[in-house]
Every structure is written in C-alpha cells, then in structure tokens.
C-alpha cells in the first residue's frame, strides 16, 4: 500500500531511488551554510566579545557573575578575580565565571 502511494506522488518512478544523490549534497550543503550564518558565526562572535571584556576588567568595575551574584572587584589574578560583595564579604571566582560588566 505505501509503494503505491510513492508510485502515485512520483509517477516516472520504478519502485526504485532515482538518481538524486548531487542534489542531496547541494541540499546538505545548503544547511550548512544557513546553520553556519545563523548560529555557528553569531555564536564566535558572543563568545569573543565576552573574551575581550574579560581580559579588560580592571579593579573597581562592577561585574555580575554566571550565577548572578554581583560585585564589585577588589583583586585579579591569573585565573581568579576577588569580588567583593559586601562590606566584608569577599568571593573567589575565575574569570570564566564573569558573565558581562555592568554599568554604573
């Protein structure tokens, strides 16, 4: 019942697959491509965006962290930034865990 539904949408056809293989790989490229402009190029942008705002904080800018905890910095290191949260209050994180600078 199913191959007389496929032979009624393609009446040229013999039961078999016609030769369709050079338009599956310019269809397969084709989305390759669109994936690429919209998420893969949008996505290295974000990302080195966020890069560059990390290797230009400095002591004193207001940050919020990937968990939502905002402060301000106190200290940098290598990998590590020292928060300071409140008056006493002073957090270790790494600098991948600074999600964006905040305005102030």
Do not use: C
Request: hydrophobic share 45%; no cysteine.
């Amino acid at each position: 019942m199913l191959d007389n539904l496929i032979l009624m949408a393609n009446p040229n056809a013999e039961g078999g697959a016609s030769g369709g293989g050079f338009g599956m790989i310019i269809m397969f490229g084709l989305i390759f491509v669109v994936m690429y402009f919209f998420m893969i190029r949008p996505q290295r942008k974000r990302e080195q965006n966020r890069l560059k705002m990390i290797s230009e904080l400095q002591k004193g800018d207001k940050v919020v962290t990937n968990s939502g905890i905002i402060g301000t910095i106190w200290g940098l290191q290598d990998n590590i930034i020292v928060l300071k949260i409140d008056n006493d209050v002073k957090v270790e994180f790494l600098k991948s865990a600074i999600s964006g600078k905040m305005d102030q």
